[in-house]
């Protein structure tokens, strides 16, 4: 195979919402959770696509987008709104006359969907200044102010205090910013009819790196997403290859195909080895690389490829045992 110069070399990584492909029984998942108002917890090992749903969930309705990934730092409050009090300290130590506690809440991802004017107003009954500097503006700026999803990534890193704390503001749309003595309600647009169905998806994902709360769990709908098949990988990898411009000729077809079995049985080796497999994300790149470098599947290059890119121990020393998985 010889190299293709017309591969771009920075395609995004599918976290714009362009590309999906959705499985029927996570579509329905997705009507139940906007029918009962209940978040959807996805579970399922890293790289098998939860956290790229929310985005091109969005992206498809025209919905408002907003998200959060959650460290081991992360509090509940924090999806919420934060404060910065050590600002406002070093203001009042500057001689700032005003120091009204809404200059330094900043609103939470929840926050700007539930309720967008009071989030850019700092809970504020009228404009104060400066206004809060929405997410994603741009995009948002065209996409609609009533309806909104919001992705709270990998939840599951988090003390078990942070879903317990949000048990409230999830199922009830309010919460009070404490610094303001504000309650913040879900915003209530005048001709649509609030039974109806919900107007944000609240999307959480986890990879069972801990139990989340029982109590949490009820209230969530909750789908375990398996890592993609070959059949599965080739369809993706046509999905992004003819969304990005990247072309797609049956030779592409082949050279996935390819690809995507020796995926699967580093996945297998990976397992064996108690090590995290290949993701979708190392496929798409492991298939970018060999149409840019016009290598195919049976080359010694290729078996390189798949242990730069495909299965990468935490261990020294793995180079022979990676070179026997092509």
Request: with cysteine.
């Amino acid at each position: 195979m010889k190299p293709n110069p017309s591969i771009p070399l920075d395609v995004p990584d599918g976290r714009d919402g362009r590309v999906y492909v959705m499985p029927p029984e996570l579509d329905l998942a997705i009507r139940v959770s906007l029918a009962t108002g209940r978040p959807l917890l996805l579970r399922g090992e890293p790289g098998s696509g939860k956290s790229s749903l929310a985005p091109f969930v969005a992206r498809g309705k025209g919905w408002r987008y907003y998200e959060h990934v959650v460290t081991s730092q992360t509090q509940a409050r924090d999806l919420l709104w934060t404060f910065d009090g050590v600002r406002r300290l070093a203001d009042a130590q500057a001689g700032v006359r005003n120091l009204a506690n809404s200059q330094y809440v900043e609103p939470g991802p929840l926050w700007w969907a539930y309720a967008r004017e009071s989030a850019r107003r700092r809970g504020e009954t009228t404009d104060c200044l400066p206004t809060a500097i929405e997410p994603f503006s741009e995009m948002n700026a065209e996409r609609s102010p009533d309806y909104a999803v919001v992705l709270i990534d990998e939840i599951d890193k988090a003390d078990p205090d942070l879903p317990n704390g949000l048990l409230v503001p999830l199922s009830s749309g309010t919460f009070t910013v404490t610094e303001i003595n504000s309650e913040i309600r879900k915003a209530l647009p005048v001709g649509i009819n609030p039974g109806s169905t919900a107007r944000h998806l609240i999307v959480l994902t986890t990879n069972e790196e801990r139990e989340l709360p029982e109590a949490f769990l009820r209230r969530c709908v909750v789908v375990w997403l398996e890592s993609p098949g070959e059949q599965e990988l080739v369809a993706i990898a046509r999905e992004h290859m003819t969304a990005y411009d990247e072309g797609w000729s049956d030779i592409d077809q082949a050279l996935a195909a390819e690809v995507a079995h020796a995926v699967v049985a580093a996945r297998e080796r990976a397992r064996q080895l108690g090590i995290r497999p290949a993701s979708t994300a190392e496929f798409l790149d492991a298939l970018r690389a060999c149409k840019q470098l016009g290598i195919s599947s049976d080359s010694d290059e290729w078996k390189l490829i798949s242990q730069f890119v495909l299965f990468k121990p935490q261990q020294p020393g793995y180079g022979n045992g990676a070179r026997n998985l092509a």
